[in-house]
């Protein structure tokens, strides 16, 4: 009889490299991310695999049109408030701001001309 013990340990190799994470806007709003639970900044790096969720703020007489989403040099748009992504590659988000529409008041109308 022994008394050695025997144990095995498992090693998890890492997801993949870094990759870089931007974001930003069109100027007329602006944009901030999370990532494990707390503030995000622009230019950071996450595993392949990590994901990250942005929300827009649109400045005043503005509302969020869309996102555009541009990965290994191939864009696409999405819709809706906030915006969560699995991150596979290096990532650039802009949040697209359009003017907001005030409507039109039902029984007013506009005079033009002298």
């Known amino acids: 009889m022994s008394d050695a013990t025997t144990f095995s340990v498992v090693m998890n190799p890492p997801v993949s490299d870094p990759v870089t994470v931007t974001f930003g806007s069109d100027n007329n709003g602006t944009v901030s991310a999370i990532h494990n639970g707390a503030a995000f900044t622009s230019g950071a ?5 990590d994901e990250v969720t ?3 703020k649109p400045n005043i007489g503005y509302a969020l049109s869309d996102w555009t989403v541009t990965v290994n040099d191939k864009s696409e ?3 809706g408030s ?3 992504l ?3 590659a290096d990532t650039t988000v802009t949040a697209n701001f359009k003017v907001e529409d005030s409507g039109t008041q039902s029984g007013y109308y506009i005079l033009w001309g002298n």
Do not use: D, E, R, Y
């Open 54 to 56: 942005f929300t827009a």
């Open 86 to 88: 699995k991150i596979t």
């Open 45 to 49: 790096k996450v595993n392949v695999g």
């Open 77 to 79: 748009t999405h819709t």
């Open 82 to 84: 906030s915006l969560s």
